[in-house]
């Protein structure tokens, strides 16, 4: 069973990076996409950015330019930062794993979420 | 860049039918996928491609999509369907866009 789990910090102070790893186990991390995915407290998801395993990204034109996704093959890891963060990136950070069903490209295994105060 | 409409909340009681809306200009010409979100926990797919059921999805959940809107419906909902929903689709340059979200609330 394929199993993600993020890790890094719960606080991170206005103007700083935020950084996140996402630790992948149960499956090789190769041959796939790998997200992040951001939920507000109280609201919807929103797509942040994903990387191959070979180290392409492509990232949510909004974020862009704050954010960097890069990957560690060896350690099965995939990280997350963002930089200049304020208030409004207070949110559960996820991380997913992008599968092809069929022709459809889908989110088929998450982490469990962890949430990121900023603070100021 | 794209955007994907919900209604913000449907509501149904125990063993009716439960229709979700996903709204979007051509949206009948992307694939959409739906994923199930219960409080505390991570989003699960529930239907891929418009209409396919991944493994372990009861065939009471199931989609269609054509024109500008894409739905999923939810026959004989039971108490345990009670979440918020998220329509997804590919956008152009392989943008993710997410609609906002529906709660269904089982009466």
């Known amino acids: 069973q394929v199993q993600l789990q993020e890790s890094g910090p719960g606080l991170v102070e206005a103007s700083e990076t935020l950084s996140l790893t996402c630790t992948v186990s149960g499956d090789s991390i190769n041959n796939y996409y790998w997200s992040w995915i951001r939920q507000p407290p109280g609201k919807g998801l929103e797509w942040i950015g994903y990387i191959f395993y070979s180290g392409s990204t492509n990232y949510n034109p909004s974020l862009k330019s704050r954010v960097t996704i890069s990957v560690d093959t060896s350690r099965s890891q995939f990280s997350l930062k963002m930089s200049s963060v304020t208030a409004a990136d207070t949110a559960v950070y996820y991380c997913?794993?992008?599968?092809?069903?069929?022709?459809?490209?889908?989110?088929?295994?998450w982490g469990q979420g962890t949430l990121v105060t900023v603070s100021s | 860049s794209y955007v994907l409409t919900q209604p913000p909340s449907v509501s149904v009681a125990p063993g009716q039918t439960a229709r979700i809306t996903c709204g979007g200009n051509n949206i009948g010409t992307k694939s959409v996928h739906w994923y199930q979100q219960k409080p505390g926990q991570a989003p699960v797919l529930v239907v891929y491609?418009?209409?396919d059921r991944p493994s372990g999805i009861p065939e009471r959940f199931s989609g269609s999509n054509s024109g500008n809107t894409a739905t999923l419906t939810i026959i004989r909902v039971e108490a345990g369907d009670e979440a918020d929903y998220y329509c997804q689709v590919w956008d152009n340059n392989s943008v993710v866009v997410f609609g906002g979200g529906t709660k269904l609330t089982v009466l």
């Open positions: 997913a794993r992008v599968t092809l069903y069929s022709s459809a490209w889908v989110f088929d295994y």
């Open positions: 491609d418009d209409s």
